[in-house]
């Protein structure tokens, strides 16, 4: 409870987000223990939570939880949709151990199974889908904080803090609202400054949202991919001649009587003649003949005479030149 400080006093933003979020909105049926949280019943027979109960009671769950020295000692549970989201958002900034969906029978009892725990708080979502867990909790005498709706029975049940918990927008606006507390008590952050995170993030969101919502941006960013990539061609192309174009100004070069940018003309075809040097008798082309060519003078065979015969021949009448 807040104790009468004006400090731990609920704020009119407080108040603000409760509205717009449906926390003050009970069920139309009202079970006789949740009697003293009822404001009044509305003429369709909703029953008008009292907010400011509500706040009284959220302070003394956050003092509760923010007695235990050790956070992994405390097991926050949540079985329903809209909540699961909620309970790992809570279990992230506060450093508890979170269950969402289907909470195994025995996890507190039972310590053959792997997933036996033995936690020294418990906090659930709804008194009514997460029955299991708190009647386990009776039995191994673990202390219950849950959220209850006007409908919901108080057994085995610690701490009620009465609420909407049939809403998404509710049931994750009370889990921020609880979050923010026990980090306040901590010293994690402070009173005077806003805390960074938003609520929306503690919201239930359906997949088929979420996958929606993807495919939309994605679209978008492909269009706009799209669009910067056609403006950046039409800014190359721009003041230049495609290669392949035949009408304009890029004519088809192999079109006869057209020139180089559509100017019309004749083709010139120019054929170059290149004359090879004569080869000499002897087969050896000269320096000046061609480059490729090394000395110019001729040496004689190794085995030839002073007359340049072939190997083995010394009839000077029969050779002529030094070939071999």
Known sequence: MSGGLDILAIKEDDVTKMLAASVHLGDSNVNF???QYVYKVRPDGTAIINLKKTWEKLMLAARVIACIEDPADICIISNGTY???????FAKYTGAVAVAGRFTPGT???QIQKAFREPRLLVVSDPITDHQPVTEASYVNIP??????????????????PCNNNGKHSQGLMWWMLTREVLRLRGSISRDMAWDVVPDLYFYRDPEEVEKEEQAKAEQELQMA?????????????GEEQWGDTTGGGGDW???????????GSTTTTTTTTTKPPVPSGGFLTGDQDWNVGPTTTTKDWGADDAGGDWGNTDSSQVTHGNW
């Not at 219950?144 to 803090?161: E, S, Y």
Request: proline residues 2%.
């Open 108 to 110: 507190f009892t039972n």
């Open 226 to 238: 799209q669009e910067w990539g056609g403006a950046t061609i039409t800014t190359e192309t721009t």
């Open 83 to 89: 909540g699961q989201r909620a309970v790992l958002k």
């Open 33 to 35: 223990q949740m009697d």
């Open 254 to 264: 192999s079109t006869e009587g057209t020139g180089i940018g559509g100017i019309s």
């Open 144 to 161: 219950v904080i849950a959220f209850c709706n006007t409908n919901a029975p108080l057994k085995f049940i610690d701490v009620a803090i």
